[in-house]
């Protein structure tokens, strides 16, 4: 589990993956809808 940042609107969510290959994976944000790179937006694993 990560726990990512909007670099939008600076809010934390948290995000599951089920395989560790996070390069090209989106996210959209639930608090302002934009669409993330969860590899660039990853704050620390949970």
Do not use: E, H
Not at 17 to 30: F, H, I, T
């Amino acid at each position: 589990m990560f726990l990512l940042q909007c670099p939008k609107c600076k809010n934390r969510m948290k995000y599951q993956s089920k395989d560790a290959y996070l390069a090209k994976k989106k996210k959209r944000c639930v608090y302002c809808g934009f669409s993330m790179s969860i590899s660039k937006a990853v704050v620390k694993k949970i």
